[in-house]
């Protein structure tokens, strides 16, 4: 059975930092490439960030490039998302995902955390 669950949402004041995981199994995570994809409140799906199976490349949305960094580790079976400098509109569930490429996201979702960016 695939796999992807997602931690490390909570809330935080604009500024702030939080670190999310997706612990991964059911799939040969190393082959896959992998993406974080955020829904804001009343918003459509927004891709964030992705990852190339082998950690080498990387991509992010605009709205996030120089705040956000994306990583993974193919032995643990893990994916990260490092989010600094948080600002109230990065207020969203964020989802881990897989079966895409590193430039757009897959069939294989999460279940999702949240994270609340508010003063």
């Known amino acids: 059975e695939v796999q992807l669950v997602e931690s490390g949402g909570g809330s935080v004041q604009p500024g702030g930092s939080l670190r999310l995981s997706c612990a991964t199994s059911?799939?040969?995570?190393?082959?896959?490439?992998m993406s974080w994809v955020r829904q804001a409140p009343g918003k459509e799906i927004e891709w964030v960030s992705g990852?190339?199976?082998?950690?080498?490349?990387?991509r992010y949305a605009d709205l996030v490039a120089g705040r956000f960094t994306i990583s993974r580790d193919n032995f643990k079976k893990m994916l990260y998302l490092q989010m600094n400098n948080l600002k109230t509109e990065d207020t969203a569930v964020y989802y881990c995902?897989?079966?895409?490429?590193?430039?757009?996201?897959?069939?294989?979702w999460g279940q999702g955390t949240p994270v609340t960016v508010s003063s």
């Open positions: 995902n897989a079966g895409g490429t590193y430039t757009s996201p897959g069939r294989l």
């Open positions: 059911g799939f040969f995570f190393r082959t896959y490439s």
């Open positions: 990852i190339d199976n082998d950690g080498r490349r990387a």
